[in-house]
Every structure is written in C-alpha cells, then in structure tokens.
C-alpha cells in the first residue's frame, strides 16, 4: 500500500484531471466499526444493513489473519483491523491520520509505486508482492492487493489493502540472492543481472561497466574499532555507495569489504567517470562510526563490456585486475582496465613513448624543499618526475605513472629517477651542502629481490667515486604498497639501512591509526599525508589523527614531516605540536633546479 504513500509521489485522486476510473464491480466494504469514520455514508449506502450485521462484519473484519488497512483518497489511514496490528506491530493509533508510507521499507524504486498507481487508475485495483518495515525496524515481505472503492451517495473514493505476511518463505529466497549486511544483492545475483544485462546492452549498442570497489585499509578499521564498528561502517558505506549510483546501476557485495558496481547504458565508457566521481566524492564525507569520525576511500577497478570482454567471468577478472592496479597506485584511485582495444591502444601507445622519452632525455627532476618546523631550514628535497612532453608540455607523474604499472618501465623509471637523484646529491655533498634527497620508489621497486644490491649498484654506476655507505638518500615507500607485504617491505628497508640508505613511509594515516607495524618497519621517517594537515583546523578528529602520529612517531625515534602544508596557521600548529619537517605548497611548490638554488639563498625567515 506504499503507492498511496510514498512522499512526493502524485495522488491521482489529486493530480488528476480525469475522474477516477470505477473499479469493475461496486465493491461493498467489509467494515467494522466504522460508523466513526465512514458509518453514516455506509449505512446510508446500504439501507437495508441492520446493526446486527454491521456488529457481524466488524467481528470478522478483526477476525481474518490477514492485514486490512483502509485509507481515505489521500491515502490516510482511516481504520485497519487487529491483523494489521499483529503483523506491523504498529497500533491503531499510531496510524489513524497517517499514509502507509510509515511502513515503508525503502526497497522500491519510483517505477514500482508508478506501475501500483497505473494499475489502481486504469482498473481501480492492483495486486503485488512489496517490502515493508514492522514498527520493531524488521523488514516484512507481503502479498498486498489494493481496492479503489467508491462509498456513499456521493461516492467517496477510498483505498482497501488486503495484506499478508509473507516473510518467510520470502526470507530464504531473499537471502540466498542478498547480503544480509548490507541488504545489497550477493555475488550470485550480481552475475544473474550482468548475465542478462549483456545481450541488452549488445542490442542497444551501448557498454557496460563492471567495477570491482574494495575500501582502502578496511582491514586495519576493523582490527582497531571492532568487528562490529566494522560491520556498521561497511553499512553506511553501502548505503552511500548505493545513493551515489543511478537508479538503473546495481550495487552488489561480494564479501568482506569487496563490491561490484554494474553501470549498464553507457554510451562511451567514459561516461562511468561522474558517476564513480560521485561514489569516491560520497565515501569521502566523513562517517561517523561509534562516537568516532573517520574517513573511508577505495580503489576501483573498472573493465568495459564489449572491450574489455564480453561474459561476465572475463570481464569480472578484468575488473579485479585493474582494481590491483589501483590499490599498487596508493588509496582512492580508478584504474581502467588495459584490455579495452580502444583504451589499449592509448595505453600502449603511451608506454612506447615513454620508454623512447627515457632513452630521449625528456624526463626532468622537479625538487620541493622539506623545512625544519622550527627554523623554515631547508633540510632537504624531494625528487618527483617530470615529463617533458615534446607536444603535450610537462607533464606531472599522475598524467603518465599510472600506465607504467606492471610493465617493465615501472622499474626503470625509477632507476632512472634514482640514478639522476644520486648525482645530484654526490654534487651537492662534494660543494660542501647537506641536503637530504628523497625519492620515491614504485611498489614493483620495493619488491625487487635485491633492493639493498640494485641501489648500492646504481649509486656506483652515478657516483663512482663514492664509498658507501652514501648518507642522504632517502626512499619514500606508499604506506600501503609497505603494508602488502610486512615482512618482505622490512627486510628490504632493513637491507637498504646498512648502506646508509633511509627509508620514509609516504602518505602515512589513511583513515587509520595502526602505528604497531611500525616495530617491524625500520623506517626513519612518517610523512603524514596531505589530506590531514588540510582538514586539521576544521576537523577535530584530524587534528588528534595528527597529533597522536607525531607522538607516537617520536616514542619510536621517527622523524615526521607534514606533507601539503599550504597555510602559515597548518605551519604553527604543526610545529607546536612537535611535528619536525613541513613540505608544502605554503613552502615551496616543487621546482626546477635552476630555481632551487635561488629559492636556497632565500632568508630562511621569510620562507612563509
Ligand atoms: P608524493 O610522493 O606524496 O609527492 C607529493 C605530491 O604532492 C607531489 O605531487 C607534490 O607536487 C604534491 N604537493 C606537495 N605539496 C603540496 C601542497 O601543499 N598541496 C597540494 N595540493 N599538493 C602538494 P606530484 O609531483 O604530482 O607527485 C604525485 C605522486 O606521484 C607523488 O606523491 C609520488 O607518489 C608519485 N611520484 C612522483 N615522482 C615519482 C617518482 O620519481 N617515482 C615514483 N615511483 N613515484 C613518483
Ligand atoms: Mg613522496
Ligand atoms: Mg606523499
């Protein structure tokens, strides 16, 4: 009965302009004591009705098993009977005066109250299987059929829904297509919908999108509030995942923290990216978890149907490969997968160039400062690449790192980048400046074999007059690309260590507080990541976040260094709460180093 009810929808009886169509017979209600709500038209309607068989009709009115709601044309709730009561839990008079939109459970769409109302004006009833809510917050499956009745001499129009409760039995089929979490449909009935989505869309010409989403660092969420904190957290995320789709697209769990996401009527597959824009924008605003406010953001990996394959167990690979991908890249990133021909192409178009751009001198080393909180001295930089594009101008690391994924060039690229960092730091150390470079290394980096051996041999072929151990080289690892392999990451840091080499976990705190790997980590340096020096002088929990990392970070003997420090205030507060070094824009925006050494002579004062 949720048609007569759902706010905002239009009431035929209202909207109308044609006068409700009469339902086929003149149907003569059943009802009880309602000479208070309708007694007198009924029994004006039906003169020959005696008070004797009103009393009659009233007793099996109430006797019936199933649920009877009767509403004015407005859809307000002007009797039910006591079946009702049992089956919704709510009483008489916490309904009278209200629509059955108290009952309502949220799992219809507008196209099922717009079908309910076509068939309650075309032929004055409709009949239907509908979700709904008990008073206790239960769901409750029913079998509903819904009168228009038209009563009195002036033939009034009312609403008679007839309901049962069909809950359990519906229940098991339910739950054998859903999670019972998140009430989102289950992996099973996620392949039965991509399954008969596939031809429709090969008709209509159109693609489809299936996206495999897994939340960043939920493991280490649900170790530190809980697995219940946990659960309630993967909820709302659902929940807002869900509002962020179109109404057309589906969202399915498939376990843990894992979610598919089926955008189906793209007419370019680029036509995915706002509404995947709007899922990382919904899971972005802060969730508020058992008192506690936190940050959640995922990866997402996306294939296309045709390109990318065209049943849906390919294109579900496709899908989770890409989303590995996402993850190596660091948190809130969409990857697309490489198999799409058109995507390919560009892909491996970009890569050829890139490899010919190493060989051909393009690539270039922008260097930001890092300062001592303190004082604003430059202690040190951080290399980050460039490209030089010969057409496209310079290009930064997120235009051209994300394709290298996976490929050889991942690697290479960094050697590249290590290569030319050493002798910048040879040259530095031998005028007598001692300055720190750091530079990032890729996940594929970090998992050589011989990380220690790779850079020592590097540093050797860059600077063949230097004797390790080379003091000021300092790496930057991804926390997260750290963290996918604990161990492994800690042998080879502690490699790296004994050649003088310091290791910096980047990015640090994604949402998460788990500093107790931290032990197994030999790391010198946390830098904290950028999203909470922005968000610390308006959000609270940020500003704790930052300041148990830099407490903490200092019980265990490891410098931090404030990423994104934009505003002399974010400067201040980070000094005052003991924080070591602060890079940022506020700073120094990352340079060429033509302008490094003049930006170098700058009083250190004056450095904000
Ligand atoms: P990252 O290592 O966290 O580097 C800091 C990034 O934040 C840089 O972007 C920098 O320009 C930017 N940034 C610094 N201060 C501010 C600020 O105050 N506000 C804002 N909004 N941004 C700021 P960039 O150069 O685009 O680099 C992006 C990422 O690409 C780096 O993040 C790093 O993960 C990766 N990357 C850069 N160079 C290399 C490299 O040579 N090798 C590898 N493997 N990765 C690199
Ligand atoms: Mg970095
Ligand atoms: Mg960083």
């Known amino acids: 009965m949720n048609a007569v009810i759902q706010p905002g929808m239009p009431s035929p009886a209202i909207n109308d302009s044609e006068p409700p169509a009469q339902p086929e017979a003149c149907c003569v209600i059943p009802l009880p004591a309602m000479r208070s709500v309708v007694g007198d038209t009924l029994a004006d309607g039906c003169p020959c009705m005696a008070e004797e068989r009103l009393q009659l009709i009233a007793s099996v009115f109430n006797a019936t098993s199933d649920g009877i709601v009767i509403t004015d044309q407005d859809a307000r709730i002007l009797e039910i009977n006591d079946a009702f009561t049992a089956i919704t839990g709510y009483s008489r008079s916490q309904v009278l005066g209200h629509t059955p939109a108290l009952l309502s459970s949220g799992r219809h769409g507008p196209d099922f109250f717009l079908g309910m109302w076509e068939g309650l004006r075309t032929t004055g009833a409709w009949e239907g299987e509908i979700w709904n809510r008990r008073a206790n917050g239960e769901l409750v499956a029913e079998v509903l059929r819904i009168q228009a009745v038209h009563v009195g001499r002036d033939a009034r129009l009312h609403y008679v829904g007839v309901f049962r409760d069909i809950t359990s039995g519906k229940q098991q089929e339910w739950l054998a297509r859903h999670d019972a979490l998140t009430e989102l449909p289950n992996r099973a009935m996620a392949l039965e919908a991509l399954q008969s989505l596939l031809p429709l869309a090969q008709r209509q010409g159109q693609q489809l999108a299936v996206c495999h989403l897994d939340f960043d660092g939920f493991m280490a969420v649900n170790e530190a509030m809980g697995p219940a904190q946990g659960d309630a957290l993967l909820r709302t995320a659902a929940a807002r995942v869900r509002q962020a789709v179109r109404s057309s697209d589906m969202v399915a769990r ?333 700073i120094a925006r990352p340079m060429p180093l033509s302008q490094l050494e003049t930006w170098l002579h700058k009083d250190p004062a004056q450095r904000m």
């Open 254 to 586: 498939f376990g843990g923290d894992e979610f598919m996401l089926l955008l189906g009527g793209l007419d370019t597959g680029s036509a995915a990216v706002p509404v995947l824009e709007r899922v990382q924008h919904a899971l972005a605003q802060p969730h508020t978890v058992g008192g506690e406010s936190l940050r959640l953001s995922a990866s997402i990996g996306v294939a296309l149907y045709p390109g990318d394959g065209m049943a849906p167990e390919p294109l579900l690979r496709a899908a989770d490969q890409a989303m590995y991908r996402a993850k190596q890249l660091g948190k809130n990133r969409v990857c697309w997968s490489g198999q799409g021909s058109e995507r390919q192409a560009v892909h491996d178009a970009l890569l050829q160039e890139l490899g010919q751009a190493l060989q051909a001198g393009e690539m270039c080393l922008h260097y930001q400062p890092k300062v001592c909180a303190r004082t604003r001295r430059c202690l040190g930089v951080e290399a980050l690449v460039r490209w030089q594009h010969p057409r496209r101008g310079l290009l930064p690391p997120g235009a051209f790192l994300p394709a290298v994924i996976g490929t050889p060039l991942e690697v290479a690229l960094d050697r590249w980048v290590l290569r030319e960092a050493v002798v910048q730091l040879v040259r530095w150390r031998n005028q007598g400046c001692e300055l720190t470079v750091a530079v990032n290394v890729s996940p594929a980096t970090l998992a050589l074999p011989d990380l220690a051996g790779t850079v020592a041999a590097i540093v050797r072929e860059a600077a063949p007059h230097q004797v390790l151990p080379l003091e000021g080289l300092e790496l930057e690892v991804l926390e997260t690309a750290a963290l996918q392999d604990l161990e492994a990451a800690g042998r080879a840091i502690e490699a790296c260590a004994r050649q003088g080499i310091a290791f910096a976990l980047d990015d640090f705190g994604t949402g998460y507080l788990s500093l107790s790997y931290l032990q197994r980590l030999p790391v010198n340096t946390l830098k904290i990541d950028r999203s909470f020096v922005a968000s610390m002088l308006e959000r609270r929990g940020d500003l704790h976040i930052v300041r148990a990392v830099i407490g903490l970070a200092a019980a265990f003997g490891v410098t931090t260094v404030a990423e994104g420090v934009e505003t002399v205030e974010q400067a201040h507060v980070l000094a005052d709460m003991g924080c070591h070094e602060l890079q940022g824009y506020g």
